[in-house]
């Protein structure tokens, strides 16, 4: 079956630091993968999606970037930390060349920018 | 457009009673949608899905409708139960899409 990891669960950071999360797929081949970041009681804004290794499509302009250096491996990352960088960052991914399919996610990461 | 920056909507229904949550979707060529249920400090996991060829489906306590006409989905829940307060979100897809748009989702709190 396929299972979705998502590392650290929580993170506090001080601004202006590095970040890096990371997001690993197992038992599946080509995903598709996505990183999400959720503001305390809001909705999932998309913030990077993958179709492929080194494939990556930016939906929000900002400071964080994304590299997939593997088939299932998605990492989040930030140069220096802003406080607005606080959220729940989720890592999900669905099946296939299309979007047609359910995606799953990963249980997040709670990372706060002091 | 995603629906970002909108604070949560929220549903306070009695238990056993039937819970609605409405949603409505922009893209008119949109033709799979899903309800994603998310519990606090957890991520968001799938509870029915629909694709534009149907208008009604069916799960355990769960009862998504879809009306293309008007672009609005619904989740029923039946007997709604207190393990069932959480955030839901719809989310909606098409077939060249790489993509899901998520809807800003509705809290819903069950009252004791």
């Known amino acids: 079956s396929q299972t979705i990891h998502q590392w650290p669960a929580t993170l506090v950071q001080p601004v202006g630091s590095p970040l890096s999360l990371e997001c690993t797929v197992e038992?599946?081949?080509?995903?598709?993968l996505y990183w999400y970041r959720q503001a305390a009681g809001r909705g999932l804004q998309l913030l990077f999606y993958?179709?492929?290794?080194?494939?990556i499509s930016s939906e929000v302009p900002q400071n964080l970037s994304a590299s997939r250096p593997q088939d299932r491996q998605f990492i989040l990352s930030s140069k220096k930390l802003l406080l607005s960088d606080s959220g729940f960052y989720l890592c999900?991914?669905?099946?296939?060349?299309?979007?047609?399919?359910?995606?799953?996610f990963g249980q997040g990461t709670r990372l706060t920018v002091v | 457009g995603e629906s970002v920056g909108l604070h949560l909507p929220t549903l306070s229904v009695q238990e056993g009673d039937n819970s609605i949550i409405n949603c409505a979707y922009s893209?008119?060529?949109?033709?799979?949608f899903i309800w994603y249920k998310q519990e606090s400090g957890k991520g968001p996991q799938f509870i029915i899905d629909i694709r534009s060829n149907m208008d009604k489906r069916q799960g355990q306590r769960v009862t998504v409708l879809l009306n293309k006409t008007v672009k609005h989905l619904s989740l029923q829940i039946a007997a709604t139960q207190p393990g069932d307060s959480a955030v839901y979100f719809c989310?909606?897809?098409?077939?060249?899409?790489?993509?899901?748009?998520f809807g800003p989702g509705t809290r819903l709190s069950v009252l004791p």
């Open positions: 999900a991914w669905t099946q296939g060349s299309f979007g047609n399919t359910e995606a799953f």
């Open positions: 893209n008119s060529a949109s033709d799979y």
């Open positions: 989310a909606e897809n098409n077939y060249y899409g790489q993509n899901f748009v």
């Open positions: 993958s179709v492929g290794i080194g494939q």
């Open positions: 038992g599946t081949s080509n995903p598709n």
